[in-house]
């Protein structure tokens, strides 16, 4: 019984979390975009501005839940749905520390990697139900986006899984008490890293809704609540990749005693939180095709390259 109570509470602990984390990352972004761009953030609404958060939630609440006429409306409606259902997925194999975990897959890079490919649906089904071209557009963008850099995203972590010889996430984390898998894959940390911002399109690779192009992409027609969980969904992301980059290559919660556990792994991941926040400030949009170029005509051959130097390597130490 106390088992079954703490599992239940592990779960709605780290939901409530993440969805705090989520609504706050809108005062976070705002505040250190003006920081970086030397000007004024949000400082009106409550003090230093946060209650903007509760401002801009109630005001997604109580807009006008308009579905087209002309779009397909069951789909319409789901699409949404699909993105943060698989990203809060995705989170159910993370350890925060030793016993904050809801469960413990022996493949959990292959389901983290399967959740992150399910979530291409959700931009694909919700630009095509709204029947408007410009969403079409940004969701044929965000398809060919996301599932080229899956394919760089999975070959990336290969060497790691070499190196630990597990694709259990806490395996993984215990495996770097000596030694972060940064330091002896830091080819296979910046690719992971690139395509973790190209699978939640943000910028400077937010190609499928970029607005001076196709006005809001994928999700043009969405408003209200059905808007925010796409908008809920992107900074979840941010925190995924975040937290993933933290759990494979920067030791998960492993650090010096004077913090606990989860104190270091909350750290580590909001560092690449305001990185990503940072790259948005300071990163200029690319082509679609220079985005397409790069991915397949250079990450693929660097990620091959380090995926066969790691496995020799890996060879030549066992022998």
Not at 65 to 87: N, R, Y
Not at 167 to 191: K, T, Y
Not at 257 to 273: D, N, R, V
Not at 283 to 310: A, E, F, H
């Amino acid at each position: 019984m106390n088992e079954t109570l703490t599992y239940i509470l592990t779960i709605v602990g780290e939901l409530f979390s993440l969805l705090t984390l989520a609504a706050l990352l809108i005062w976070v972004e705002r505040r250190m975009l003006a920081l970086w761009q030397d000007r004024l953030g949000p400082n009106r609404a409550g003090p230093f501005g946060l209650f903007i958060v509760v401002a801009d939630t109630l005001k997604l609440f109580f807009k006008e839940d308009w579905i087209p006429p002309f779009s397909e409306k069951a789909v319409f409606v789901i699409a949404p749905a699909i993105l943060v259902i698989t990203v809060l997925l995705s989170f159910t194999i993370i350890p925060f520390a030793p016993g904050i975990l809801i469960t413990d897959f022996n493949i959990g890079i292959l389901f983290f990697l399967a959740m992150s490919s399910l979530g291409v649906y959700s931009i694909v089904l919700g630009g095509w139900a709204s029947n408007n071209k410009y969403s079409l557009l940004g969701a044929l963008r965000g398809a060919s986006q996301m599932i080229s850099y899956e394919v760089f995203m999975g070959l990336s972590l290969m060497g790691v899984v070499m190196l630990s010889g597990s694709f259990s996430l806490r395996d993984i984390v215990e495996a770097q008490r000596n030694h972060w898998f940064i330091l002896l894959q830091p080819v296979g940390f910046v690719i992971f890293f690139i395509a973790g911002i190209a699978e939640t399109h943000r910028l400077p690779f937010d190609i499928p809704e970029a607005e001076s192009e196709l006005v809001a992409g994928f999700h043009s027609e969405y408003s209200s609540m059905k808007f925010g969980m796409f908008f809920i969904g992107e900074y979840l992301g941010i925190t995924l990749i975040s937290a993933m980059v933290t759990t494979l290559f920067l030791g998960g919660w492993l650090g010096p005693e004077f913090l606990p556990p989860i104190c270091w792994f909350a750290l580590k991941t909001f560092a690449f939180i305001l990185f990503f926040i940072l790259l948005r400030a300071s990163l200029p949009r690319p082509r679609y095709d220079q985005l397409m170029g790069y991915g397949w005509k250079v990450l693929l051959p660097v990620t091959l390259l380090n995926l066969l130097v790691t496995g020799a390597v890996v060879l030549l130490l066992k022998n």
